[in-house]
């Protein structure tokens, strides 16, 4: 999951409606790491998720979009 833009890399973005939900969250960052930190701390303080299970990960990093 790699892209550039005019000689830059591409940020990673999550948006949690694309996941199911009707939340307006979104989570940038410059890695699918440093994104699936944020999507897990949003997750446990807004959507009461107690942790990630290896099919969720790969469910939400399959709607991660490069911007």
């Known amino acids: 999951m ?10 990673k973005t999550f ?4 996941f199911g939900g009707s ?3 979104k989570g ?3 890695t699918v790491e440093e994104l699936l ?5 949003h997750g446990a303080i807004k959507h009461n998720m107690k942790g ?13 979009r490069e911007q």
């Open 52 to 64: 990630m299970t290896e099919v969720m990960k790969s469910k939400i990093i399959s709607v991660i």
């Open 2 to 11: 790699t892209g550039f833009k005019g000689g830059e890399e591409l940020a």
């Open 28 to 30: 940038r960052a410059e």
């Open 15 to 18: 948006y949690c409606k694309d």
């Open 37 to 41: 930190k944020k999507i897990s701390k």
């Open 23 to 25: 939340c307006n969250w």
